[in-house]
């Protein structure tokens, strides 16, 4: 069974740092892509960040391009998703999700089939 499990959500003043992360089981890791998804209330929910698994290609929305880096753990099968200068409008659920995204098109939300039950990031002002 695939499952995905997000963690570190929270409340932080604007300027503060998080770190999400995604705990995935029950594939293999590797063959596929795990994507950051962010949905804040009354918004569509938007793409923020992609790792492809085996080659470490990396994608950001230009919303969060030098202040979030995503990163993954292969022996732990768990992708990172490290937020710093945070600010008030990168207030949503979190979710991460496993997919087959082609290259850049990384957040065509259609090609990810697994999500996780997501984690609130709340940015104070």
């Known amino acids: 069974e695939v499952q995905l499990v997000e963690s570190g959500g929270g409340l932080v003043q604007t300027g503060g740092s998080l770190r999400l992360s995604c705990a995935a089981s029950?594939?293999?890791?590797?063959?596929?892509?795990i994507g950051w998804f962010r949905q804040a209330p009354g918004k569509e929910r938007e793409g923020v960040s992609c790792?492809?698994?085996?080659?470490?290609?990396?994608y950001y929305a230009d919303s969060v391009k030098g202040r979030f880096t995503i990163s993954s753990d292969n022996a732990k099968n768990t992708v990172y998703l490290h937020m710093n200068s945070l600010k008030p409008e990168d207030t949503a659920v979190y979710y991460c999700?496993?997919?087959?995204?082609?290259?850049?098109?990384?957040?065509?939300?259609?090609?990810?089939?697994?999500w996780g039950q997501g984690t609130q990031v709340t940015v104070s002002s």
């Open positions: 999700a496993r997919g087959t995204p082609y290259g850049s098109m990384w957040y065509w939300q259609d090609l990810y089939n697994y």
């Open positions: 029950g594939f293999t890791w590797g063959d596929y892509a």
């Open positions: 790792i492809y698994t085996r080659i470490g290609s990396t």
